[in-house]
């Protein structure tokens, strides 16, 4: 995988181009993994980003986590069926 390929996929596994916010021209996110640049408050604060276990892994992937699928995800997950 290219670096470049990587840097839109975020930590969880969804793809940003596939985000609202990521393909809107007027306040566009520049994506999950993106410390710079524009993000909306509540990724800011998201906890899978953020998580220190994350920062753990070699990959910079959730699968590779020893607590996958974590509650975290799980919640997510939860919300993402719920909404899409
Ligand atoms: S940081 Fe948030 S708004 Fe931006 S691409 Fe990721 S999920 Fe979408
Ligand atoms: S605990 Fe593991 S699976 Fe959960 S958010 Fe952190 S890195 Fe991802």
Redesign the pocket.
């Known amino acids: 995988m290219s670096g470049h390929t990587a840097s839109v996929i975020?930590p969880c596994g969804?793809n940003?181009t596939t985000?609202y916010?990521?393909q809107r021209s007027k306040n566009r996110?520049s994506?999950?993994r993106n410390q710079s640049g524009y993000?909306?408050n509540y990724?800011v604060v998201c906890k899978i980003v953020n998580c220190e276990r994350l920062a753990m892994t070699l990959s910079g992937f959730c699968h590779e986590c020893d607590q996958f699928p974590c509650a975290r995800l799980k919640q997510l997950d939860k919300r993402y069926r719920n909404k899409y």
């Open positions: 975020s969804i940003c985000c916010a990521f996110c994506g999950c993000k909306p990724c």
